[in-house]
């Protein structure tokens, strides 16, 4: 494949737009559009590592791997400590912890969907999107492979699918999008938890849930609602009668992480000068990739005629 030189300054221009586009995506608050957006409030001291999460996840985001209901049944896998991965979107794990009556602790892990997210700040082609409604979306098209958003990730959550030889993706829990915004219905694995340990709704009216819960039941939670402030908010928030560090939820600030990266980037490329010429390169190897995608589509079309 041959860019010519006009052709390459016009990517390299266009991906700079893209950019400052994505941040400024990335940083708008999203009660400036109108919408007031959605959360979810998981109560750990109400999970029973039922793993009906999971299955719901799983039966909601068709791009998953299938599985059947009995291998959501399976405790063994509390045996080991796992992560969201490119095969599942979340996940329940047992903690090395007991609560106040000496119960075991059960936490689900996913993307958080913060308010300010630090994956679509990181992200120089706009590939990753906080949406108006709260989830923080993604276009696979869009994607180059840069792997900026795993590394800018204060949870470490997006993962990518290196077994993908030919069209990996970065793969995160999707928050059910099209599903609450286009159907009005609640994300997979709310709708299918039996014990109601996780509530969907208007993240506002979830803080004032969650501390109604703490002030009504002080001897059952600690006195912090998990997600309110950290980072600048997160979508998915915690009531925990435990350490939230127990939980898999690391110590954070209030302030939104993106603050912090894109402070670095300034400092890095003193005004976007480099990254126009950065930018169009990994727009090229981008293009690239996409021929070598149709050229391989077409080989198999040809292949199979014959």
């Known amino acids: 494949m041959t860019v010519n030189r006009r052709a390459f300054l016009k990517l390299a221009a266009g991906a700079s737009g893209t950019l400052v586009a994505s941040r ?6 999203a009660s400036n559009s109108g919408v007031e957006p959605f959360g979810v409030l998981v109560d750990t001291t109400f999970c029973i590592g039922c793993r009906k999460c999971e299955l719901g996840c799983n039966q909601n985001n068709r791009d998953l791997p299938r599985r059947d209901s009995p291998q959501f049944e399976d405790k063994r896998v509390f045996d080991t400590h796992r992560r969201p991965d490119a095969t599942s979107y979340t996940v329940i794990n047992r903690l090395p912890t007991v609560d106040t009556k000496g119960e075991p602790v059960f936490a689900k892990a996913q993307c958080m969907h913060c308010v300010h997210p630090a994956c679509a700040s990181a992200c120089i082609v706009g590939a990753l999107q906080k949406t108006p409604e709260g989830p923080v979306t993604y276009d696979a098209w869009k994607c180059i492979g840069c792997r900026y958003c795993m590394v800018a990730c204060p949870f470490q959550i997006p993962a990518y699918e290196y077994a993908n030889a030919l069209t990996p993706q970065v793969r995160k829990c999707t928050f059910c999008y099209e599903q609450i915004v286009t159907q009005g219905s609640r994300p997979g694995c709310v709708a299918n938890c039996p014990n109601e340990a996780l509530t969907f709704g208007k993240r506002s009216e979830l803080i004032e849930l969650a501390h109604a819960k703490i002030a009504t039941h002080r001897e059952r939670y600690i006195d912090h609602v998990y997600g309110e402030t950290e980072i600048g908010g997160t979508s998915f928030m ?25 402070k670095i980037q300034h400092g890095v ?19 690239s990739r996409r021929k070598e995608e149709v050229e391989n589509t077409a080989a198999d079309k040809d292949e199979h005629h014959e």
């Not at 400024?24 to 608050?29: D, K």
Request: glycine residues 8%; negative net charge.
């Open 238 to 262: 915690y009531l925990s009668a435990v350490d939230f560090k127990a939980l898999d939820l690391p110590e954070q600030g209030d302030t939104p992480t993106p603050a912090l990266t894109e």
């Open 269 to 287: 490329f003193k005004g976007f000068v480099p990254p126009v010429a950065l930018y169009g390169l990994l727009g090229l190897v981008y293009l």
């Open 24 to 29: 400024a995506s990335a940083n708008a608050v």
